[in-house]
């Protein structure tokens, strides 16, 4: 299975953009590019997703590197409920059997 | 609020006791999932089910007995379970097992085993 990369933490002010990355040099042509974080004493929330182009939704964007080796999680003004563990993860969309994956992920923290 | 619901939030039982964990979509979802979670960890996948079907066990220890009742329904239930067991225990269902299908995830049922 093709591996993820995320800095263990990440900082930033409440109300100002913030960008995670995740680097995933050895992605398939197949694999899917997820995104999920959890905050404190909940379960994971689906964020966003991609295959080649980037994505907007209500949650945040996602930039996908052209050669799709690395992709970034855009939030575009961090609020204090934003402070989270954000995974970053891959799915290939060939074989069935292949589910989701939690790494160690991006630990947010959101200074007011 | 989520729209997959686990039952209890919390759980205390002892090693030899028999309890359940339940879980519920209301959303149509045919796939369902069961992970497990220790304190400062990220989430493991324990069982799938796909149209009330078991399509993939993670090896898990066959102390954990997973069943689905029906589309709505997901139950996980517990026999003879170890202290190493406390950890949260986390639903989730998705439209279908695809990989780009997102995963709605319940909040929970935290276990602690005496």
């Known amino acids: 299975d093709a591996k993820t990369t995320q800095p263990n933490s990440m900082e930033s002010n409440e109300e100002e953009p913030v960008h995670l990355p995740c680097n995933h040099s050895t992605i398939s042509g197949t694999d899917y590019i997820h995104w999920y974080r959890q905050l404190p004493s909940q379960g994971p929330e689906y964020v966003i997703h991609g295959l080649t182009s980037n994505v907007n939704n209500r949650m945040a964007s996602l930039a996908i590197a052209e050669d799709r080796k690395s992709s970034t999680l855009i939030l575009h003004r961090a609020t204090l409920r934003d402070a989270a563990v954000y995974y970053c993860?891959?799915?290939?969309?060939?074989?069935?059997?292949?589910?989701?994956?939690f790494g160690g992920g991006t630990r947010l923290m959101v200074k007011p | 609020d989520t729209e997959v619901t686990q039952t209890p939030k919390h759980l205390v039982m002892g090693m030899t006791n028999k309890k359940s964990l339940k879980c519920e979509q209301h959303m149509g979802h045919r796939a369902m999932y069961w992970y497990k979670q220790k304190a400062k960890k990220p989430p493991e996948l324990m069982f799938v089910?796909?149209?009330?079907?078991?399509?993939i066990n993670e090896s898990v220890p066959s102390r954990f007995s997973p069943e689905c009742p029906n589309s709505s329904l997901l139950n996980l239930h517990l026999h003879a379970l170890q202290p190493e067991d406390s950890a949260l225990y986390l639903c989730?269902?998705?439209?279908?097992?695809?990989?780009?299908?997102?995963?709605?995830f319940g909040d929970g049922t935290r276990l602690s085993i005496l």
């Open positions: 989730a269902s998705s439209p279908r097992t695809g990989a780009n299908q997102p995963q709605h």
């Open positions: 993860i891959l799915r290939d969309g060939n074989n069935a059997g292949n589910m989701l994956t």
């Open positions: 089910y796909s149209y009330e079907k078991l399509s």
